[in-house]
């Protein structure tokens, strides 16, 4: 696991990059390893300038999204190039989701509430979330009511995915 250590405050810089070394030496005698450990370390760090306004925080570094959907069948991987997946990952039901317009599945969603289907709250619910993602194309499941936008953190490993079956195609 990585962790980023923030330290944000009005003395001058001696200061401050003293303060994070006083920090580093509480987080290493914490035991590696140990977030909680390492948060009750910080907790406890008592700090030489009463003066200096310091704020440290210690937050888990969110994985980046490598991927972009641009398409039924297109992923852009970020900062290089596009790729355009084999139909038959779709056509042949080769992988557990499929890349859906969003705005489709909002109107899909809408247009089956308003026929009384039976399971409409499940489909408020879905659509109270899908409708808060910014996402133009998401993962649709193929035999459940699973959805993932680049938001969630299944989303690259489903890219990567999609990719290798293609790939193998």
């Known amino acids: 696991m990585n962790y980023e250590i923030k330290i944000t405050g009005s003395g001058t810089q001696e200061e401050i990059a003293e303060a994070l070394r006083g920090v580093a030496n509480n987080i290493l005698g914490a035991g590696a390893g140990n977030p909680e450990g390492v948060k009750d370390e910080l907790n406890d760090v008592e700090w030489e300038d009463a003066t200096l306004m310091t704020l440290v925080s210690l937050k888990e570094e969110e994985e980046e999204t490598k991927y972009r959907l641009t398409g039924f069948n297109s992923i852009h991987v970020v900062g290089s190039h596009g790729v355009s997946l084999n139909e038959k990952i779709c056509d042949e039901e080769l992988h557990e989701y499929k890349i859906a317009h ?43 009511n699973a959805y993932i936008s680049s938001e969630c953190s299944e989303f690259n490993e489903t890219c990567e995915e999609l990719i290798k079956i293609s790939e193998g195609l």
């Open 102 to 144: 969003r705005q489709d599945l909002v109107d899909d969603l809408y247009r089956w509430i308003g026929e009384g289907n039976e399971q409409a709250q499940m489909m408020k619910d879905d659509l109270k979330m899908i409708e808060a993602w910014t996402d133009d194309y998401i993962f649709s499941s193929i035999s459940t």
